[in-house]
């Protein structure tokens, strides 16, 4: 190889652009300095803090641990618009279409309350304090939905008695459908809803989860 | 007829890597990370009233070049030299590219267009229909830029001696 890279040889050229420019080093390579300022994930971190404060994230959203498992956080501008279970395939996507396609990851926007659901899942806090943008729910929906945020730490109510205080003694079912589409499980504690008579009825997040949750809240004594 | 365009996030998963290395080739370490910063806000910025979702990798590109040009402009207006200084450490796991600093000095002394189309063609390894679209021209300009961009930097670049 060593006779061919002389001036005239095209390959050498090609093969010299195609092996590409050293890039600023990436967080992992960063031998324990923390993020290089040019380095590709701390640009592209500037770059979205720089079009938050232009308004141009209309979603900003993070994934965060519990102890319930990965729980996926969006917000608007206005408030807090989802809270999806899991790293759920498809959250994402579905905020594109129903918010704004201008969805990405930002996770300062997040940071009030992330900080306030590890203080409720330490046993610590029994009401969350952050705005809610209640956009993705709709009508009577909406209605017990909102209903529902009067009930409180470590009390349950019944689908009916849900009902009753929306003024619809005969919407179980559709107190059901509400508590199965509410977009902000745990802040708006679709947990702390029962079949009458006490048996658990079902959860977005799991059955185990709505367990835990109302043993964290003292509301099951098992 | 609305589209269903995919989250932001998706198109940075998908492509800032490659934006990056586009552009850090095309204008160097320091200007090529606030030229990406431009390039994501202006393509946050135009992403809702975009009519499909066909090519955005070639639309994220575009604008890219656009940045490009931009630069390339600021910089003969400001009379500055081509080659950046070493503000920013480069990993030592890019081996690769070290004492290439003639080179790319070449490149980046090269015209908007034929940066683009060289970087686009090797650096990214982008078929020869992309690179049209990213610089908007034909295929057959695009080959010629690259052609054109090769040439002088074989010019620019000092003579290399036999080992």
Redesign the interface.
Known sequence: M??L????D?G???A???????????PA?ANGRGP???G?AA??E???A??DR?D????G?VVTDSPVGPLTLAATPEGLVRVGFGTEEGV??D???AV??????LPARLDDLRRQLDEYFAGRRHRFEVPLDRRLSHGYRREVLEALSDVPYGETVSYKDLALRTGNPGASRAVGTAMATNPLPIVVPCHRVLRSGGALGGYGGGIETKVWLLRLEGALAL | MTV???????L?DEH??DL??YL??SVG??D??DC??ET??AA??A??GLAHDRNLRGWLFTIAHRKVIDHARGTGRRALPVADPP????????A???G?DD??GA?RALPPKQRSA??QR??L?RPYAEVAAVIGCSEAAARQNVRAG?QR??AD?P??V??
């Open positions: 060593s006779e890279s002389e001036r005239s095209p050498d050229l090609v010299r652009l195609r092996r590409g420019p050293a890039l600023p080093a990436d390579s290089d300022p040019g590709l640009v592209v500037a770059a979205l720089r079009a232009d141009l994230v209309d979603v959203w994402l996507e905020l594109a279409a704004s396609p201008r969805v990405v990851r | 269903t365009l995919p989250p932001f996030q998706t940075l800032a890597a990056h290395r850090v080739a370490p320091h090529g990370a990406l910063q994501v806000i946050l910025r992403y809702p503000e920013v450490p480069v990993a030592p796991a890019e690769g590219g070290l290439d080179l790319w490149v060289v970087v090797y650096v390894d090769l930097l074989r670049l003579q290399e036999h080992q």
